[in-house]
């Protein structure tokens, strides 16, 4: 079965520290998708990043970057010099097979709070 | 606009009555989902639409919810006789279909629903 873990529910820290919200894994399969999702307080859920379980190079997006780890399950996402705006709870989710489209397991979720 | 396009934005309705949620899909997306995100429960699965294929209703936690996708586009989903516990966002997804795995799915902002 699928499983997705975010273990920190909320995280609060102060503008301009680096922040990493933690996601663990599981699955039978050895094709999979990752990815990760922004719900800031408006509500919609905005797309950051895809991740196929082939490729386990980090991946940096300007403040954003991702760490794969297969070995450990994790899919751990950073924000670096963190900012008021990127106040949002965040999901972790993952998708099986490699071709064609399945829906999206999802973890909880991580709520961060960045204080000015 | 061009994204997934959700309504109402918000249903208050009667325990007992049956409402009808609509998503309109980003135009040329093949695939669409329908999840559910209550407070405890996290983001979790209801249905998913591809092509002419029979959906996947796996996700759907009683007789009393339906879906339906007209033309390959629209879809509604019916929940019938409605509970206290079905107060939740509704949220639709849509995404591209490949041979190149999982696409990203997009969503809508969702549809609160109420139930009083």
């Known amino acids: 079965a699928q499983k997705v873990t975010q273990a920190q529910t909320e995280i609060s820290v102060v503008e301009k520290e680096d922040v990493t919200l933690d996601c663990v894994y599981e699955t039978r399969d050895t094709t999979y998708y990752l990815f990760w999702y922004k719900q800031p307080p408006s509500g919609e859920l905005v797309f950051l990043i895809r991740?196929?379980?082939?490729?386990?190079q980090n991946e940096i997006s300007g403040r954003y970057s991702w760490n794969f780890q297969k070995s450990t399950s994790s899919f751990n996402f950073t924000i670096t010099a963190s900012q008021v705006v990127d106040s949002a709870v965040y999901f972790c989710a993952l998708s099986e097979r490699y071709s064609g489209n399945t829906p999206l397991v999802f973890g909880k979720g991580t709520r961060l709070s960045v204080i000015a | 606009g061009a994204g997934v396009s959700q309504s109402p934005s918000n249903k208050v309705t009667e325990k007992g009555k049956d409402v009808e949620l609509r998503c309109d899909p980003i135009s040329g997306h093949t695939a669409l989902y329908w999840y559910r995100q209550s407070l405890g429960q996290g983001l979790e699965f209801l249905i998913y639409f591809q092509g002419n294929s029979a959906p996947d209703k796996s996700g759907l936690p009683s007789d009393r919810f339906s879906a339906e996708r007209t033309g390959g586009s629209v879809s509604t989903l019916t929940i019938q006789r409605t509970q206290q516990e079905d107060s939740a966002v509704y949220l639709c997804?849509?995404?591209?279909?490949?041979?190149?795995?999982?696409?990203?799915?997009?969503f809508g902002d969702g549809t609160r629903l109420s139930i009083l």
């Open positions: 997804a849509s995404s591209l279909v490949s041979g190149q795995g999982n696409q990203p799915q997009h």
């Open positions: 991740r196929n379980s082939f490729d386990e």
